[in-house]
């Protein structure tokens, strides 16, 4: 499994869309651990691009702050999973929340 943050000074940031970079981290669920991290700076925002930009790096799911409607229906069309409303946290504390069940999800802070 294959697990993208968009990143924002290492943390995940909450403009989905606008990130700088991302971190791809490749992770055993049935250990629940994390086996590889790759930060890959994003390409030009561009509606539509990242769906399949991710989808073509291997991601299955996606931890993001917020995300508008449309994003989310693209991504599901690429076979990726979305969680919304995370907390800017390092992405190796919200990996190791999510393994374990135990990530805190919010309100999705996007409205577009």
Excluded at 14 to 30: K, Q, R, Y
Excluded at 71 to 96: C, K, N, Y
């Amino acid at each position: 499994m294959k697990i993208a943050i968009p990143l924002a000074e290492g943390k995940l940031t909450m403009h989905f869309g606008h990130c700088a970079s991302f971190a791809l981290i490749e992770v055993d669920p049935t250990q629940k651990k994390i086996l590889k991290r790759e930060d890959i700076d994003a390409p030009p925002h561009e509606p539509g691009l990242l769906p399949p930009w991710l989808a073509e790096r291997g991601a299955n799911v996606i931890i993001a702050g917020g995300m508008g409607q449309r994003a989310q229906e693209l991504f599901a069309a690429q076979g990726i999973q979305v969680i919304v409303g995370a907390s800017a946290e390092t992405p190796e504390a919200l990996i190791t929340d999510y393994l374990a069940g135990t990530l805190q999800v919010g309100n999705n802070v996007c409205d577009h």
